[in-house]
């Protein structure tokens, strides 16, 4: 259940054209509310408040530029829970009665007495606090409601997750997110927008290691026309894309060092300069980054850098670990596969679960789709298929071989594939597989796989 929302993050805004009342109003409230802000006009004020504003407001009713009464009313059709008190002078006394009947919340007449406008602020602050803290909780109930039709899982593991992202997608903090290659990352990433302040805006996704080394910074900050060679046209970079939203920076591990620092840079400053400009751009978006590897004292990535980006952290399990989740993701996804090829789905037999979970899961929740309509392609009736190569059946009973066998063939096979499917283009296969490209050499390397052998005519 979620904390009621503090009293001193409940701001007291006063709003009067008298300067002299403004600035003895601000300095009496100040010994008693931690957050007070004064203005004269409302005018200002007006474009900043939204609902769900933390605030309780104090206005005259009449000012030489404004009527109060006509701002509390603008101020309700944003928010009508948001309390405002009229200040009044005498003869005004019944327009802040029939005020009171429209919804505004209190009137104080002029000259105030100090203890009377204190106990309308109290209460005021109060009311604010509790309209505040039923909405946080219900939006948590409705986050917790919408999150177990996203992310499938009932181990330990997965409650821990949810119970984590539902908790972090309102704070908008940094989140760094660990997990496995297929393991749920940017599914992680879009329920971490999609329950915060910010899920209107974009939700801009970037694969780090999927982009050259050069073509690092130009994708981060973007480049003004005439930057390089081929820049014929200025083109936003991402983290201006995201702008009010969140930027999703997956296998930041693979980010040059170079690009490092002026990322740090940027979120230091909340501001970014695109190639080949001079202007100085204004960034407001939420960093969630992600990886596969502990980058805590890791030599290839800025720890200022690290612990800018994991002011908070979720870690997601891999498959091998949610044995008791796999029957229930083999049947959500084998029977959504079903419906969209028009195949039948029939239960899974005792042999077909014992081989699910006899497997091994190198690629995660992502080859577990893969199997699954592979599955539904045969009728749900060929399991062996199902969890074959494009070459051979990978054993999960049989022939014995070691776990790194297994892992090795299926890596050796699903490379091999995947540079036939896109015959040889090299960066098709890296963003596919998510792979950066000296990886990607080494696994050539390693399974002596020449790349020039399925490129096209």
């Known amino acids: 259940m979620a904390n009621l929302i503090e009293k001193d993050t409940i701001k007291i805004i006063i709003i009067d054209d008298d300067e002299d009342i403004r600035i003895n109003t601000e300095d009496l409230l100040s010994t008693t509310f931690k957050n007070v802000e004064s203005y004269h006009s409302p005018k200002k004020i007006l474009s900043t408040i939204h609902s769900g504003f933390p605030a309780v407001i104090l206005t005259d009713l009449r000012m030489p530029d404004a009527d109060g009464f006509e701002f509390a009313q603008q101020v309700q059709e944003i928010d009508p829970d948001l309390p405002v008190i009229l200040m009044t002078g005498y003869g005004d006394i019944s327009i802040a009665v029939d005020a009171i009947k429209h919804g505004i919340y209190d009137f104080i007449e002029k000259p105030f007495e100090i203890d009377r406008l204190m106990d309308s602020l109290h209460r005021a602050v109060e009311k604010r606090v509790l309209t505040l803290s039923l909405a946080d909780i219900q939006q948590k109930l409705d986050n917790n409601s919408d999150i177990e039709q996203q992310l499938i899982g009932y181990c330990p593991a997965m409650k821990q997750l949810k119970r984590d992202i539902v908790d972090l997608a309102p704070l908008d903090i940094p989140v760094m997110i660990y997990g496995e290659t297929g393991s749920g990352k940017e599914l992680a990433a879009r329920c971490l927008h999609e329950f915060s302040n910010r899920r209107e805006a974009n939700f801009v996704p970037l694969n780090c290691a999927a982009i050259p080394e050069q073509l690092a910074e130009a994708e981060l900050f973007g480049y003004a026309k005439g930057a390089f060679t081929d820049a014929k046209s200025s083109r936003i970079g991402k983290l201006q894309h995201a702008q009010n939203g969140t930027l999703f920076l997956d296998e930041i591990e693979s980010l040059p060092l170079a690009t490092q620092?002026?990322?740090l840079r940027a979120l230091s400053d909340n501001i970014i300069t695109p190639i080949g400009s001079n202007?100085?751009?204004?960034i407001n978006c939420r960093i969630i980054s992600a990886t596969k590897e502990d980058l805590r004292n890791s030599e290839n990535f800025r720890q200022d850098l690290f612990f800018r980006l994991q002011v908070a952290e979720v870690k997601i399990p891999p498959l091998k670990e949610r044995k008791e989740d796999i029957l229930h993701l083999f049947e959500v996804f084998s029977i959504k596969n079903c419906d969209t090829l028009g195949t039948h789905y029939k239960p899974i037999t005792a042999?077909?679960?014992?081989?699910?979970?006899?497997?091994?899961?190198?690629?995660?929740?992502?080859?577990?789709?893969?199997?699954?309509?592979?599955?539904?392609?045969?009728?749900?009736?060929d399991i062996d298929y199902a969890l074959e190569s494009k070459e051979t059946i990978i054993e999960t009973n049989g022939n014995k071989r070691t776990l790194k066998e297994l892992v090795d063939h299926y890596e050796s096979s699903l490379i091999k594939i995947k540079l036939q499917e896109h015959k040889g283009k090299v960066a098709k296969v890296l963003e596919e597989l998510s792979l950066e490209r000296r990886t990607f050499n080494q696994k050539l390397n390693k399974y002596g796989i020449n790349t020039s052998d399925f490129k096209g005519p």
Request: glycine residues 2%; contains cysteine.
């Open 261 to 263: 620092a002026k990322l």
């Open 279 to 282: 202007e100085e751009i204004k």
């Open 351 to 381: 042999r077909t679960l014992e081989k699910l979970l006899a497997y091994s899961w190198p690629g995660n929740v992502r080859e577990l789709i893969n199997v699954t309509t592979r599955y539904a392609i045969k009728n749900c009736s």
